[in-house]
C-alpha cells in the first residue's frame, strides 16, 4: 500500500515550469503559419529598414502573445539592428507606462522615477536609436487595453510618426487583440491609421486535437511518466474545449496535479480534474479582475452586491447603480460611466438597452456574484 502513496519529500512535477501561462515552449507547434507571416512582417528590420505593422488577432488563449515572444526571442538570438520590445497593456497602459519600458530596455536602466517628463523620455528614446542605429519594434499585448483607458492614440501617434520628429528613426509596432469586437481602423484617429496600415494576422482556436497534442506534450516535459494517463489528459481536452482557452487546460494540469500531491496519490484522478477546473474555468476572470484599478473594482464589488439582492427578474440599470456607487464611493457620472463602458468591453459585464420612456441602459453580470466577490478579495 504504501508504494501507491508520495512521500513528503516526493513530486510528480518533473517542471512544474512548464504549466505557467507564461511559459514559452521550446517547441511551439500548430502556430507555423502565423509565425511565418509575423517574420515577414519585421523582417526589414534586420535590414536597417522600418518593420511592417501588423495586428494579431484572435480570442484568448490561442497562442497570439507567445506566437510574438517566441518570435523576439529569436531576434534577440540574433546579431541585427533590430530591438525588440514586448509591452503587456494590462500593466503598463498609458503612454508615460509604455515609452518608460521602451527606455528601460533601450539605456538598460528605468527612467528617474520623478521629475521626468514623457517628452524627455522620448527625446531619449528617439536619440539612442538615431546614435547606435537602431530600429525598434514594439509588441503591445492586449493593445485593447489601451483603447479601454483611452490612451491607444497616444501611444501610436508618437511610435508611428517619430521619423517626422527625428528623421531617421525606425519603428514598427505590433499590435495584439485578444477583444473580437474591437476594430481599430474605427478605433484609431484616422492621422495615425493613415501611417499604421497594419496587416493582420488572424489567430483561430485550437481545434481539439491540436489542445491534445500542445496538453500532451506539456505533460511528457512536466510530469513524470505515470502521473497523468491516457483517459484523464481526454478529460483534461474536454474541459479545456468548453472554455475555448487554452490557457485554462495548462491551469487545469496543474491544480489537478497539485490535487494529486495534496492527496499524497502517485497519479491524479478523475476528482482531481474536476475539483480544479471549478477554479480553472475562471481564469479570465483572475486575470480581467486584477488588471482593473482601485475605484472599478469597487464599481464592480457593489454591482455584484446589489446582484446578489435583487430577484432574478428584477433589472438593474444604470442610474441605479450610479446612486448605490455614490453611498459607497466617490464618483462622478461621467468618470461612472467610462468605468461602465470599460467593464462592458472587457467583458464582466453586459450593459444593453431597454426601450421605453427613452433609452434605458440595463447592467448585467457576466459572472455569478458571489464568485466576483470571492476574486476581490
Given amino acids: 500500500m504504501k508504494k501507491d502513496l508520495l512521500m513528503w519529500d516526493e513530486t510528480l512535477f518533473r517542471d512544474p515550469e512548464v504549466f505557467e501561462i507564461d511559459y514559452v515552449p521550446e517547441q511551439f507547434n500548430h502556430r507555423e503559419t502565423q509565425m511565418r507571416e509575423l517574420a515577414f512582417q519585421i523582417k526589414p528590420g534586420f535590414r536597417g529598414g522600418r518593420p511592417l505593422n501588423s495586428i494579431c488577432r484572435g480570442l484568448p488563449g490561442t497562442g497570439k502573445t507567445t506566437s510574438v515572444r517566441k518570435l523576439f526571442a529569436q531576434v534577440e538570438e540574433e546579431e541585427s539592428r533590430l530591438v525588440p520590445v514586448y509591452i503587456n497593456c494590462q500593466i503598463d497602459n498609458t503612454k508615460f507606462a509604455v515609452f518608460a519600458q521602451i527606455y528601460q530596455k533601450l539605456a538598460g536602466r528605468h527612467p528617474p522615477a520623478s521629475g521626468t517628463s514623457f517628452k524627455q523620455i522620448f527625446n531619449a528614446v ?13 509588441a503591445l499585448d492586449d493593445a485593447n487595453y489601451l483603447l479601454y483607458e483611452n490612451e491607444i492614440n497616444k501611444v501610436l501617434y508618437p511610435l508611428l510618426r517619430s521619423h517626422e520628429s527625428y528623421p531617421g528613426t525606425r519603428i514598427g509596432v505590433i499590435s495584439i487583440i485578444s477583444d473580437m469586437n474591437v476594430d481599430l481602423s474605427r478605433e484609431v484617429d484616422p492621422r495615425v491609421f493613415s501611417v499604421f496600415r497594419p496587416t493582420e494576422i488572424y489567430f483561430p482556436p485550437y481545434s481539439a486535437d491540436e489542445v491534445h497534442h500542445i496538453l500532451s506534450e506539456r505533460v511528457m516535459t512536466g510530469l513524470y511518466p505515470g502521473a497523468l494517463t491516457d483517459s484523464m489528459l481526454d478529460l483534461v481536452v474536454e474541459q479545456t474545449m468548453k472554455s475555448g482557452d487554452l490557457r485554462v487546460g495548462l491551469d487545469l494540469l496543474k491544480r489537478a496535479t497539485l490535487n494529486a500531491e495534496m492527496a499524497a496519490r502517485r497519479q491524479v484522478e478523475e476528482d482531481d480534474i474536476c475539483q480544479a477546473y471549478k477554479i480553472s474555468k475562471y481564469l479570465h476572470l483572475t486575470f480581467t479582475l486584477r488588471t482593473l484599478k482601485k475605484e472599478e473594482k469597487d464599481l464592480v ?77
Fill in 126 to 138: 528617439a536619440k539612442h536609436l538615431l546614435k547606435e542605429e537602431k530600429v525598434l519594434i514594439v
Fill in 301 to 377: 464589488r457593489v454591482i455584484a452586491e446589489m446582484s446578489q439582492e435583487i430577484d432574478e427578474k428584477e433589472e438593474m440599470n444604470a442610474g441605479g447603480v450610479y446612486e448605490e456607487a455614490k453611498t459607497h464611493m466617490k464618483l462622478g457620472y461621467t468618470r461612472y460611466y467610462e468605468i461602465i463602458k470599460k467593464l462592458d468591453a472587457m467583458r464582466l459585464i453586459n450593459l444593453t438597452y431597454r426601450r421605453g420612456r427613452g433609452r434605458t441602459r440595463v447592467i448585467s453580470l457576466r459572472y455569478e456574484p458571489g464568485r466576483i466577490l470571492e476574486l476581490l478579495v
